[in-house]
């Protein structure tokens, strides 16, 4: 199994104003996976993130909005930039990590107003 | 393209009774499947997977799942509810190949067990 602390757990901001949202593995992992989660919906992946490259956006998702630092591989950041009430969600940072399920962190609430 | 439905947006269910939430998914070859479950304000904690084997799999909090490839289904199942296992029900797909490992999620079962 793997433990992920993400942070921060909340947090409400400005429009037009960048949240950059950490996430920390206790082991290393080879990927990291980026989801949102709107409100009453399902998860999707925004993108994967790789050690020493940059990371693959999923349609829909561009770097521009969403960068994503790889640093190591026990971290990753994903930055919501120029935010929207839109981008109001939940945004979860998933692991696998040795076996075939995933991990997830507890998710980053973000209200946009 | 793989997809996950989940048709039941809301399911009740008495405590002490059974409860099944129902999942359903299309992917190309040989499926991982999974169930994961959401608390309030908590992220998804993994309940139960298939990979192969034995169609019936057992997870945690007492949750099973029985894999039926002829359709294509991969339904949760718990004997006897609790008021404790209310929440939000994600089943999830991922191919059987490749290194990614990207789930696909259905939308979600709200389960709400009553007293």
């Known amino acids: 199994s793997a433990v992920i602390s993400q942070k921060p757990s909340r947090d409400i901001c400005q429009r037009g104003t960048s949240l950059t949202i950490q996430c920390q593995v206790d082991?290393?992992?080879?990927?990291m996976f980026w989801y949102r989660q709107q409100p009453g919906q399902s998860l999707t992946l925004i993108a994967t993130a790789n050690q020493g490259s940059e990371a693959t956006y999923e349609s829909g998702f561009v770097i521009d909005k969403f960068p994503i630092s790889r640093p190591n591989l026990t971290f990753s950041t994903l930055t919501v930039s120029n935010m929207s009430p839109e981008d109001s969600s939940i945004y979860l940072c998933s692991v696998h990590s040795g076996g075939t399920e995933a991990f997830f962190g507890q998710g980053t609430r973000l209200t946009v107003v | 393209a793989q997809s996950v439905a989940q048709p039941e947006d809301q399911v009740n269910v008495a405590e002490g009774n059974p409860l099944t939430v129902k999942c359903t998914y299309s992917?190309?070859?040989?499926?991982?499947l999974f169930w994961y479950v959401q608390y309030p304000n908590r992220g998804l904690q993994f309940l139960l997977k298939?990979?192969?084997?034995?169609?019936l799999v057992k997870g945690s909090y007492g949750f099973e799942a029985e894999f039926n490839k002829s359709q294509t289904s991969f339904h949760l199942k718990k004997p006897s509810a609790l008021v404790s296992d209310s929440a939000l029900y994600f089943c999830a797909v991922s191919p059987l190949s490749g290194s990614a490992r990207q789930l696909t999620f259905g939308s979600g079962t709200q389960l709400t067990v009553l007293p």
């Open positions: 298939y990979i192969t084997g034995d169609n």
């Open positions: 992917v190309s070859g040989n499926p991982y």
């Open positions: 082991s290393q992992v080879t990927m």
